[in-house]
Nanobody, 127 residues
Framework: QWQVVESGGGLVQPGGSLRLSCVLS????????IGWFRQAPGKEREGVSC????????NYVDSVKGRFTISRDNDKNTVYLQMNNLKSEDTAAYLC????????????????????WGRGTQVTVSP
């Protein structure tokens, strides 16, 4: 049975850092592009970052460029999102999604391209 499980969220002060993990079980990460999305209360879900199957294509939403880094370790079936210099506007539930649709590249806007979703991990940035 497949599972996508996020972890690493928590409460952090502005300027702090967190590293989120996304672990796939029941299927191999080798065949999937991965997207990180976030949803804050009262706001639409937005794509934050994504990474292609081979790890060579990385995309970020403008608001996190230079602060967030996505990476993958296929041996561990895990994708990471390193978040530095966190701001209050980064407060949201962060969800990881796996998509086999993307042979090359990845997408932060085509949510329908991601078939497998986790339940999310909460990130709260507050003094």
């Amino acid at each position: 049975q497949w599972q996508v499980v996020e972890s690493g969220g928590g409460l952090v002060q502005p300027g702090g850092s967190l590293r989120l993990s996304c672990v796939l079980s029941g299927f191999s990460l080798d065949f999937f592009a991965i997207g990180w999305f976030r949803q804050a209360p009262g706001k639409e879900r937005e794509g934050v970052s994504c990474i292609s199957r081979n790890g060579r294509i990385l995309n970020y939403v403008d608001s996190v460029k230079g602060r967030f880094t996505i990476s993958r370790d296929n041996d561990k079936n895990t994708v990471y999102l390193q978040m530095n210099n966190l701001k209050s506007e980064d407060t949201a539930a962060y969800l990881c999604a796996a998509g086999a649709k993307y042979q090359v590249g990845c997408s932060m806007t085509e949510e329908e391209g991601y078939a497998y979703w986790g339940r999310g991990t909460q990130v709260t940035v507050s003094p």
